[in-house]
């Protein structure tokens, strides 16, 4: 269980959402007033006591409270995806399609400089690569995250190093 504020709810009962701890699968999003919640609803969604949860509420003061309830449904796929290093021609030529359809959207050539800047040092920081690469912050870190989703990055507390799958991909080009 977690309580959020929000102006707008950012997921939905049916959907999914990948954390640090897995996936979860969120089973409701209910509207909630905040004095219908109990010390035992703040203990379940992780805070010491009511007053606790109450404080965090209050952080954020637009919006209105929402009670959401998950289960953990698994674990993140990309961790076994960027774990598989052994592919064949088809599945590297199926990588290299959608980096350059990645590199065709952005209207310049980013994927293979980013895989390799990020190769040359663990923990490289988006600062780092943006910089290098001539590409905004926030938009580069939004197009790292589809290397992601391919099994060819992972995050790490800081910056962002290559997989096992991102590592052969490279050396094969």
Known sequence: MAFRR???PTVRAGG??????GVLAIDAVDEIEEGAITDGDA???????????????????EGRCYRIAFHRAGDDPRITLREMSDFG??????IGRKLDDFDRSAGM??????????????????TELSAAIGMEKL?????????KELGLTESLAVGYRLSERGRAFLKGQ
Do not use: M
């Not at 999914?16 to 701890?21: I, N």
């Not at 203990?43 to 003061?61: M, S, T, W, Y």
């Not at 021609?89 to 199926?94: G, L, M, N, P, V």
């Open 139 to 147: 938009k580069l870190k939004t197009r790292i995250r589809k290397l």
């Open 109 to 126: 050539a980013w994927t293979i400089p980013v895989l390799t800047l990020i190769a040359a040092c663990d923990g490289t920081t988006a």
């Open 6 to 8: 929000w102006t707008k």
């Open 89 to 94: 021609s088809e599945e590297r030529a199926e």
């Open 43 to 61: 203990r379940k969604a992780g805070f010491a006591d009511l007053g606790a949860l109450l404080k965090e509420l209050a952080a954020r003061r």
């Open 16 to 21: 999914t959402l990948r954390t640090a701890v």
